[in-house]
């Protein structure tokens, strides 16, 4: 990888950005690799690597012993230089976690809930906050800011058991509710584009710079990862697979075509295994069942897997990635055993298809990607987004027309 920078006063903040990514990407990394990545000056790089030193973002690891001459000194990012607070909420869930400047949860707080309405999730969200402080998890003089990942239509879409009460979210203001709780900066994305940022800078993104990631969480979506930027697309919604038509090919349903996400979901699978007799309160629960419900939870694999083949095939042929991440709230256990069934449904069909992969952070992605968020801003790295400041959540009013009649079908 190579960097292009400039010399001189006017390129400084450029230069500094540069610097920080070799750094980040490339640690440990003496001085002089950095110049020759940047096409900076050593004097430059000396002078900027001295500010980053003072600042506590960056810090002196090792000496390098090489063949000859004094021993290189070599960078990286300082874990404490920087820190996150991250959280995921969902129509199941709320995840918070604590995050250092190189991706490490120095704290996680989680409540397996089902549809928390706003003025419950405002409250945890404080507690949690406090808590971190408090205990000294991280520390505030460094703390980068808050990240959110919130589905988009998170009150309006149907969802299995969706009560009216949780139309509350409709028109929630969640940006002006945190900034109650906290002077630091507040960033909110969805929490699939949220699990492949964190993917991007502290999973497999580090070497697949092109990926398709796939969350499967209450409901299903997804992010287009090109050249290690995501590709929102010209809406907004570059990703969103669990609006994609799919034929069903079971069921009393076989031979209409239904959105993915009607069929591939944590709330769908939830469902199914409930319909047969096997009550499952949480993901954790799935794997703890007995022969039958395993049996049960293993053929619904199998058919998603047909589903998903399709899906991951149609990607691959349009977008060519190196890579199709799968995450969520899903085990990790259970979704090798769906890539598995993914990867034989493929090879079934001849067809061709991108790799498959688990997501580094598969259950808390979106919460470490909330977290990623702040992170990447104040490190200055290329997918910080000034977007991530003052987006919120789509909804009925806030949402491209393209998206309409997909919309409208689906909470039919």
Excluded at 77 to 89: C, K, L, M
Excluded at 372 to 388: G, I, T
Aim: aromatic share 4%; hydrophobic share 45%.
């Amino acid at each position: 990888m190579s960097y292009s920078g400039a010399n001189g006063e006017q390129a400084a903040a450029l230069n500094r950005a540069i610097i920080l990514n070799a750094i980040h990407r490339g640690g440990p990394i003496s001085r002089t690799e950095i110049a020759k990545l940047s096409r900076l000056t050593k004097q430059a790089v000396t002078r900027i690597v001295d500010k980053l030193l003072d600042e506590g973002l960056v810090m002196e690891a090792r000496r390098r012993q090489g063949l000859r001459g004094q021993p290189a000194i070599e960078l990286e990012i300082d874990p404490e230089g920087a820190f996150a607070i991250g959280a995921n909420i969902d129509r199941d869930h709320l995840t918070i976690v604590a995050v250092d400047a190189v991706g490490n949860v120095r704290g996680r707080i989680h409540h397996e809930a089902r549809f928390l309405l706003p003025d419950a999730f405002v409250k945890l969200m404080e507690d949690a906050v406090s808590s971190f402080l408090r205990r000294k998890v991280i520390h505030e003089s460094r703390l980068a800011g808050i990240g959110l990942a919130i589905p988009d239509w998170l009150g309006e879409v149907q969802v299995i058991g969706l009560p009216d009460t949780y139309s509350q979210w409709n028109g929630f203001d969640v940006r002006a509710a945190l900034s109650h709780i906290t002077d630091h900066p507040i960033y909110i994305d969805n929490d699939a584009n949220a699990a492949a940022l964190g993917e991007i800078e502290y999973g497999l993104g580090t070497e697949m710079r092109s990926f398709f990631y796939i969350l499967i969480s209450a409901c299903l979506g997804g992010s287009l990862v090109i050249d290690g930027m995501r590709h929102k697309g010209a809406g907004g919604l570059g990703g969103e697979i669990g609006w994609l038509p799919t034929a069903v090919t079971t069921g009393p349903l076989a031979g209409e075509t239904r959105p993915l996400g009607d069929m591939l979901s944590m709330f769908v699978l939830l469902d199914y295994l409930a319909d047969n007799g096997v009550d499952v309160a949480t993901p954790a629960d799935l794997l703890t069942l007995d022969a039958r419900g395993r049996a049960l939870l293993s053929g619904w694999l199998k058919k998603m897997a047909v589903n998903l083949a399709e899906a991951v095939s149609d990607i691959g042929m349009v977008v060519d990635p190196d890579g199709i991440i799968l995450g969520g709230r899903l085990p990790v256990r259970l979704i090798d055993e769906l890539l598995l069934y993914v990867h034989e449904e493929i090879s079934r069909r001849g067809a061709l298809a991108p790799s498959l992969h688990r997501a580094a952070a598969s259950e808390d992605a979106a919460a470490l990607g909330a977290a990623a968020m702040a992170l990447a801003d104040r490190l200055c790295l290329p997918s910080a987004d000034s977007a991530h400041l003052s987006r919120s959540p789509l909804t009925t009013a806030i949402r491209p027309a393209s998206i309409n009649s997909v919309l409208a079908a689906a909470v039919r």
